[in-house]
């Protein structure tokens, strides 16, 4: 077994993946082993008693939308009784930002990596303020909800079936991180690319005029509305990357606001998890780290394929936004390069003269350089039904890299 | 009463320049009495324990751990202090954190890939792993670190061998590359003056003195103190003396080095012999087997060992040294001396040893010499016929040729003798006419039509003396043999002819990564950086810590994944 064959491989596969936007269906009729009492969420396997509170109140519209609950009160009952079982979104094929709750009914969309033939999915984006990802589930966002399942995400669905050959993600992302976003925290550009291609199917299949109208002011709204088209793809182009005998690199980056997860490609299906940390950010007006819910969500895929905080270079315009400088958001690229394994070859930076980004986390790197990997993250409140209070910068924590090395030694006989 | 308090931080590795800032920075805090910041091997807790800053806490610490006491006049202060560490360090790392700073070497050869060096002044036991990882990268290495093992050193310098690469060091204090100091060097002007140094300071005095005097410095190669033990065998001196021995802008070269094992130090001296440049030897406290001996010049010190040099450079000779053609027996053949007189014997001897080895005889200078059989010759040997093993009822061969005739025939029909040097002493009381016997029987010699053996003989005698010494002289040239009127010239055709020099191994290191301008590498040591940048010369700083923070059960299983591949 060669190591570093093995990593080739696997980083090879990931950057060759080339995802396109195929269509949007619910969740029940197209997530592997998805039921009707089965709720997906972000990050590593977690049980409701261990919840952080934005997932909890996720879960919790979940189940409102689902029309499984009608209050809170019952909604936890549910829940504390098992009515309702739990799993990852990263074991169904699956991501989703914040506290990623995918239920049965939801709307998702559908990626599909056309080199290797993996499928990915992902839910839709609510926008800013009051949202379900964020452990919000108040009327309003219930509202909001039911009307990207029932008017939103069908005529998205029905426009992407209209272009005949759906949408590339991986162009749309190299495109834009040469238009100031790294993927993660910023997807303005990329999401006014997503709007400029679907602009004129929405126009074609609309049958009404206001509706149209609501649709296209959505999307313009939300300079997140490509994250989760984004995200989808990057779980469909690591997915690529899992499962490749003798890899050290890792495929999986995921938090549930209780645990960090990761998983590494040679390792199998196996989590390696530990305390999710609080993320130093930039606190919205009126909170402050106290507010703050440890780490949450799937969207550290963007990072786990090479883009997100470790395109930080390319992305100036949201350096204050993790505290910083321009140079010190390359010298931020720059330590990226030290624990991964190649430089990507569909995503380059133009102010590090078109380098490509640094893709492919190495488990021995992070260990042997004790650096950790960069997240850019956004920051939910610590308690059920608040939101949003932050953005800011993460790392995941050293013990799950220790931990999955000294697996690795033991699965393949390089123990003492 | 004041209060001690102390904070331990595992696995956070600084430099202890970054340590002593921060120490000064606490000190500098009002109220604090006294302070340490360092990381917790067992001399700094030692340390610690000294001043009086050693807490209980503080006893656990281990070697990767950063361990940080503040002692003041009030509990309040202390806390105070010990929440100024962060930013403490942080105004430090805000002042150089414009550029990026590699973590590894690795990176840092993509950021400079031209440079030909890496210094590594790490802690000794990461050190190795450092230095391999530059061999690797096909780099040249200044190891200043120490405490790095013996074993570690040879597997270093015989990779680096076989790669044409130097390892300078380990406890490497001093080199200058293409007038670029690293380490701890002066500054002195480029010439032609190159020095192989095992001796950091020793190789300051020269490089300092030879600026003094007016000249310069090629190159100056270090090769750390335990190259010239024979275990290391002298590899980084091998090596550096052939680069200097190839340099066109080296006229002589200087070789200093702390007493040398002794088969190591006639290698040396023979390679440096052979490489036709005149060679400067101060071996501190090794027997200098004569002032000169053929292109070797030995001195009784380091100023002294400038001086000689610098005075070499004026000598016309010098061409004629670099130039000269200088035919050598085969490895397989041997000197055989043959003398009548003790002393000559015995200078001969003392001038040979630096040069050729085995060398044996029956009147030897160290036991290892003692010739097992005094009547039968082995490798080099040089037999004192005035012995008293030989005088047992008979003359001095000053005065009966018998014996050394028979040995001369001996000799002369051992398949393994290349040249017999014989002294021929004249003079009151000694054989009327030497001659006359030794003459025909040399001839017999010179004139086999199977073999050539050459025979020299020294002359010891004046015009005045009865034997009519050009007479002899002329007589002896007659029958073949190589006459020299003084032992030292006889001695010094000698080592010219027979001395020969160790075959090369590895790959040649190549001249081109000395003449570049020089741009390198540091790993440890911020102020050697510094020094290179000022000195004008490329240079990246890596930001080093111990692999996997000094976990010794990670670091091991990121060992055998390297080996694995």
Redesign the interface.
């Known amino acids: 077994m060669d190591i570093e064959h093995a990593n080739l491989t696997a980083v090879t596969r990931m950057m060759d993946a080339r995802p396109i936007l195929k269509g949007v269906a619910t969740a029940r009729d197209v997530i592997p082993g998805m039921k009707d009492n089965l709720f997906l969420h972000a990050g590593p396997p977690i049980t409701w008693q261990r919840m952080s509170g934005p997932m909890r109140g996720a879960v919790i519209g979940a189940m409102m939308l689902e029309g499984m609950a009608k209050t809170e009160a019952e909604a936890i009952a549910l829940a504390e009784k098992g009515a309702v079982e739990f799993a990852p979104n990263h074991e169904h094929g699956a991501v989703g930002p914040m506290a990623g709750v995918t239920s049965p009914s939801m709307k998702v969309y559908i990626v599909e990596n056309v080199t290797h033939g993996n499928k990915a999915y992902c839910n839709f984006n609510e926008g800013y303020g009051k949202v379900l990802r964020m452990g919000a589930f108040s009327d309003e966002v219930i509202t909001k909800l039911r009307w990207i399942n029932d008017t939103f995400a069908p005529i998205v669905g029905e426009a992407i079936e209209a272009s005949g050959e759906g949408l590339d993600i991986r162009a749309l992302l190299a495109e834009a991180l040469h238009m100031g976003d790294e993927g993660h925290n910023r997807n303005k550009a990329g999401s006014l690319l997503f709007l400029k291609w679907l602009a004129p199917f929405i126009a074609k299949v609309a049958k009404d005029n206001n509706v149209e109208s609501e649709v296209l002011k959505f999307i313009c709204d939300n300079a997140l509305s490509v994250l989760n088209p984004v995200m989808a793809a990057c779980k469909a182009m690591t997915d690529a990357a899992h499962g490749i005998e003798g890899s050290t690199l890792v495929s999986t980056m995921a938090r549930n606001g209780t645990d960090f997860g990761i998983r590494v490609s040679g390792l199998g299906d196996r989590w390696f998890t530990a305390p999710a940390e609080v993320p130093q950010g930039l606190w919205f007006p009126g909170f402050t780290a106290a507010d703050a819910n440890p780490d949450i969500g799937d969207s550290a895929i963007t990072e786990t394929a090479g883009i997100g905080g470790f395109a930080m270079a390319t992305a100036p315009a949201i350096v204050t936004f993790v505290g910083s400088t321009p140079r010190e958001a390359v010298n931020a690229t720059l330590e990226m390069y030290e624990i991964t394994v190649a430089e990507h070859k569909h995503f380059t930076m133009p102010v590090l003269d078109f380098r490509g980004t640094p893709t492919g986390i190495d488990i021995r790197k992070v260990i042997e350089k004790s650096i950790l990997p960069r997240i850019n993250t956004g920051v939910a409140h610590r308690l059920p039904g608040i939101g949003q209070v932050g953005a800011g910068l993460v790392r995941p924590p050293m013990a799950i890299f220790e931990e999955a090395l000294i697996a690795y030694a033991e699965k393949y006989g390089l123990e003492n | 009463m004041p209060f001690i308090k102390s904070e331990t931080r595992s696995?956070a590795y600084y430099d202890s320049a970054v340590l002593m800032q921060l120490q000064r920075g606490l000190l500098g805090l009002p109220g604090v009495l006294d302070s340490g910041a360092v990381m917790g091997t067992p001399a700094n807790l030692e340390l610690l324990e000294q001043s009086g800053l050693l807490t209980d806490d503080a006893k656990k610490a281990g070697v990767n751990d950063l361990l940080i006491v503040v002692k003041a006049e009030s509990d309040g202060v202390v806390a105070e202090a010990l929440g100024q560490v962060d930013s403490l360090l942080a105004r430090r790392r805000s002042a150089v954190?414009?550029e990026?700073r590699?973590?590894?070497l690795e990176?840092a050869v993509q950021q400079l890939p031209e440079a030909n060096w890496v210094l590594v002044s790490v802690p000794g036991r990461f050190a190795a792993g450092v230095a391999r990882e530059a061999l690797n990268l096909g780099k040249h290495v200044f190891l200043y670190s120490d405490n790095v093992s013996l074993e570690d050193e040879i597997a270093l310098k015989k990779t680096a061998q076989a790669k044409g690469l130097l390892v300078m060091g380990p406890d490497c204090g001093t080199a200058i590359i293409n007038g670029v100091g690293l380490g701890f060097a002066n500054r002195v002007r480029r010439g032609p003056i190159g020095v192989v140094g095992a001796s950091g300071t020793g190789t300051q005095a020269v490089t300092a003195r030879i600026h003094n005097l007016g000249s310069g410095v090629s190159h100056a190669i270090g090769t750390g103190g335990r190259d010239l033990k024979s275990e290391v065998g002298a590899i980084t001196a091998h090596q550096a003396l052939d680069v200097l021995a190839c340099d066109p802008e080296t006229k002589v070269i200087v070789l200093i080095s702390k007493p040398p094992a002794a088969n190591v130090a006639t290698k040396l001296l023979a390679a440096a012999q052979a490489s036709g440049k005149p060679v400067v030897v101060d071996f501190i406290g090794y027997p200098p087997p004569a002032r000169k001996l053929d292109n070797l010049h030995f001195s009784a010190g380091l100023s002294e060992a400038a001086e000689i040099a610098v005075k070499l450079l004026e000598d016309w000779r010098i061409r004629e040294f670099s130039n000269a053609k200088r035919p050598r027996f085969a490895s397989d053949l041997y000197l055989r001396g043959l003398f009548s007189g003790g002393t000559l014997a015995y200078e001969t001897m003392l001038g040979l040893q630096a040069v050729l080895s085995p060398l044996y005889s029956n009147s030897p200078i160290s036991d290892s010499q003692i010739l097992p059989d005094p009547l039968k010759s082995q490798a080099h040997t040089i037999v004192d016929l005035g012995d008293e093993v030989f005088m047992v009822g008979r003359l001095h061969p000053m005065i009966d040729n018998d014996l050394r005739l028979r040995r001369l025939k001996q000799e002369a029909a051992d398949p393994e003798t290349g040249l017999i040097l014989l002294d021929v002493v004249l003079g009151e009381g000694a054989h009327p006419d030497p001659a006359s016997e030794l003459a025909p029987a040399i001839a017999e010699i010179t004139r086999s039509e199977n073999r050539r053996i050459e025979v020299v003989t020294m002359v010891i005698g004046t015009d005045s003396d009865p034997q009519n010494v050009e007479s002899q002289v002329e007589r002896l040239k007659a029958a073949g043999a190589i006459v020299f009127r003084t032992a030292t010239g006889a001695i010094e055709y000698v080592a010219r002819r027979m001395s020969q020099p160790p075959d090369s191994v590895g790959l040649p290191v190549s001249l081109d990564s000395f003449n570049q301008p020089l741009a390198a590498i540091n790993v440890g040591l911020e102020s050697f950086y510094e020094s290179l940048v000022g000195q004008g010369a490329q240079a990246v700083q890596v930001d080093w810590?111990p692999?996997?923070?000094g976990?010794e059960?990670?670091?091991?299983?990121?060992a055998?994944?390297k080996k694995?591949?």
Do not use: C, R
């Open positions: 696995g954190a414009q990026f590699p973590k590894s990176t810590k692999p996997a923070g976990n059960k990670l670091a091991a299983i990121l055998k994944m694995k591949k």
